[in-house]
């Protein structure tokens, strides 16, 4: 197969794949997706030591803390845990008839609670082992600065930011489908990792387990429930967005429409 075959490749079986994935048992989908939140969330504590390293914001610092964060979305994808983000995609499938509307919603419901539950778990079990006091103390003071500039964006900042996030995310989940090996799907995914995260974009999932790591350990009120849950609720929005425009746009210019 030449390389130029490989994107229509992936287009012909990603319908099927979302479909399979969309008709899974509420209780298998459930606990893959609490393992997806937490193997992001594993992505999160790499993130926060990279920026915990001292000195001032640099972009060879942020890069490198996207290339620490993208760890998460590899245990997701060679694993086959369920993440709320890649599942945008579902739409592809519903859109040619293959999985009803009213299941893809369902899917999306049990996978964002689940992702939420592993986000927070994991989170918490960081916060409770010290992990804050790492790279002396600049583990904390990277969550707490990183979370109170995630509350603080105003919506159209953070909508915008979190349609770009799922945009790349969606991108490396649909390279990745076409990789044919452990490596091949690791190439795949570091790439558009590295670069959201490098700019600061906003990743519901990721902002599931970074915002709670940030509240627990602030020393004030700066970071409230109230601002994480708006938070979160624009950042599911604008992830909807940015993954069923990858979706779409794939299934149509290399499917053609239904």
Known sequence: ?????????IAKKAPDAFEKKAEAPPMRMAL????????IAFGSIGYLVAQAGGGPASGATQLLSGLAFSVGLILVSITGAELF??????????ERGEVGIGRMLGAWTIVWIGNLVGSVLVAAL?????GGAGVEDGVAAAAVETATTKVGKDMVALLASAVLANMLVCLAVWMAMGAQSVAGKIVAIVGPITVFVAAGLEHLIANQSLLTI????????????????????LATAGNIVGGMGVALAFGHAQLGGR
């Open 214 to 233: 940030g509240w627990l350990l602030q020393d004030g009120g700066a970071i409230t429930i109230a601002g994480m849950w708006r938070n979160l609720a």
């Open 1 to 9: 197969m030449s390389d130029d075959a490989i994107g229509p490749d």
């Open 126 to 130: 960081f916060v409770a082992a010290g």
């Open 32 to 39: 893959l997706a609490v393992l997806a939140g937490a193997f």
């Open 85 to 94: 983000t890649g599942n945008t995609m579902f739409v592809l499938a519903a």
